[in-house]
């Protein structure tokens, strides 16, 4: 791999299992689940009635001013906490970079929640039954009575960029993918390339989001996307599994610092691991469905590994297999669990058998634009921890399904090479490979 190498100094989240790596790791490792009953809003006529949400938050211990980002929705709010965490294990705060105009920051960063109670009492309150239409003077009339206009704005994908921009002082290229389910790990992608070009010293990448609320439940509803299951919310998430019905929504936010290793060192930054190579394709197939070969996800993992300089279909010097763990998509649904299998066993051939594999989404549910960031620092976790994290609710094995996916249960090993994929609605395709850092 050409340029400089580019390494991790920094890393937070925001999840349904909580709101640190110190918190939420130790529950990842027991497999234990952050989905419930859907409070946010009443969910009981929806074919879902249960997701997995960020419980008891608040910014106000992760930023300076909780003021300043009064209005800020969801989406935004997340990733300042994430955002802050990983600014203070990097340590900006105390050995800051030596010019804030050469950080930036790449994020995948999900559209803000609609403020849906207001804005259908507005529809409401405007319809005119007699001309069987809306009457638009009305409607903004009672539109600008009930709604904030700096909470709209809100909805915009681009607003956690402006909130992390205030409270970080960041001021150099500052980008936005919103590639469905692919957008963080494409965020961390990009931004690797961005620092190996020279473009920057340090990048603030990651994502957020939150689907959970009435549109964004509806949506994936009408899709067939998530699983209807009417036992318990705990199990409805089963990668991998002969029952698998659909992905359960999650939400929250993760968010990594990047740094090129010459920058890093200046500073007396800890290195937390490197990043050594990013794939990304497109399907050019179908809006909500995958190849039915894999050739999207199998081009992202075989570029990733190649920039990486590994053969997939070799093992290594001491005989362990390319990479030691995949951090799978692995939604639940039948279509992506078996493409993805398919995908893995097309790249790496014979050794397919011998990687490990597993879905946090079992246990987190799916995180959409958040998921890749989230999925990605478990992977260096994984490496820091000797972990193999499992994938949980797999009691009914799919038998077309047959690599190993670290059935419900943690197990310890040895991890110095991850593959971390994340694949879109649309097609989009992504796939980071992060190893533990050797001078």
């Known amino acids: ?12 989240w925001v999840t349904p299992l909580g709101h640190s790596l110190e918190a939420v790791w130790p529950r990842l490792v027991r497999g234990e689940s952050g989905m419930n ?4 809003f009443d969910a009981r006529t929806f074919p879902t009635t249960f997701c997995a949400e960020v419980k008891d938050y608040s910014i106000a211990p992760f930023v300076r001013d909780a003021a300043v980002h009064a209005t800020a929705g969801l ?10 965490q990983a600014w203070k294990q990097a340590r900006l705060h105390e050995s800051p970079a030596s010019d804030l105009r050469r950080v930036g920051m790449y994020l995948g960063a999900g559209e803000g929640a609609l403020d849906s109670e207001n804005y259908v009492a507005t529809n409401i309150a405007s319809w005119n039954e007699s001309q069987k239409r809306s009457d638009g003077a009305v409607w903004i009339a009672e539109a600008l009575r009930r709604m904030n206009g700096l909470r709209e704005l809100e909805q915009e994908p681009n607003m956690p960029l402006a909130h992390l921009a205030r409270e970080f002082g960041i001021r150099g290229p500052a980008s936005n ?17 961005q620092l190996r070009r020279g473009d920057t010293d340090v990048m603030l990448a990651g994502g957020t989001h939150t689907m959970i609320h009435m549109l964004g439940v509806t949506g994936f509803n009408r899709l067939t996307a998530l699983s209807a299951s009417t036992g318990d919310p705990c199990a409805a998430s089963r990668p991998f ?10 939400e929250g936010s993760g968010m990594v610092i990047l740094e090129t290793l010459e920058h890093a060192r200046r500073r007396g930054a800890t290195i937390l691991a490197e990043v050594a ?11 909500t469905d995958i190849h039915p070969e894999g050739r999207g996800p199998g081009a992202a993992m075989s570029a990733a590994l190649a920039q990486a300089g590994i053969d997939p279909r070799a ?15 692995g939604t639940g649904t039948t279509e992506n669990d078996s493409i993805e299998t398919l995908a893995v066993k097309r790249v790496f051939g014979d050794q397919a058998r011998r990687l490990a594999m597993s879905s946090l989404k079992s246990m987190m549910g799916h995180l959409i634009a958040a998921a890749g960031a989230v999925e990605f620092i478990s992977c260096v976790l ?10 949980m609710n797999l009691r009914n094995p799919d038998p077309t399904l047959d690599l190993d996916y670290v059935p419900n249960a943690s197990r310890a090993g040895k991890v110095d090479i991850c593959l971390s994929n994340s694949f879109g609605f649309g097609g989009q395709n992504d796939a980071v490979v992060v190893r533990r850092f050797e001078e």
């Not at 791999?1 to 937070?12: A, C, L, N, Y």
């Not at 009953?37 to 946010?40: E, G, N």
């Not at 989406?75 to 802050?84: D, K, P």
């Open 277 to 287: 190579g990013y794939g990304s394709s497109a399907d050019a197939y179908r809006i």
């Open 37 to 40: 009953r859907t409070s946010r």
């Open 315 to 329: 093992a290594r010097p001491d005989g362990r297999a390319p990479v030691d763990y995949i951090s799978a998509h």
């Open 177 to 193: 993918c919103l590639t469905a389910c692919a957008a963080s790990t494409q965020a961390i992608g990009e931004a690797f390339e």
């Open 241 to 250: 599994a002969a029952d698998r019905d659909g992905f359960v929504m999650g």
């Open 75 to 84: 989406n935004s709010q997340f990733a300042l906490g994430a955002a802050a």
């Open 1 to 12: 791999m050409s340029g400089p190498r580019i390494v991790v100094t920094g890393m937070g």
């Open 382 to 391: 994984s490496m820091q921890n000797s972990v193999l994290l499992p994938t």
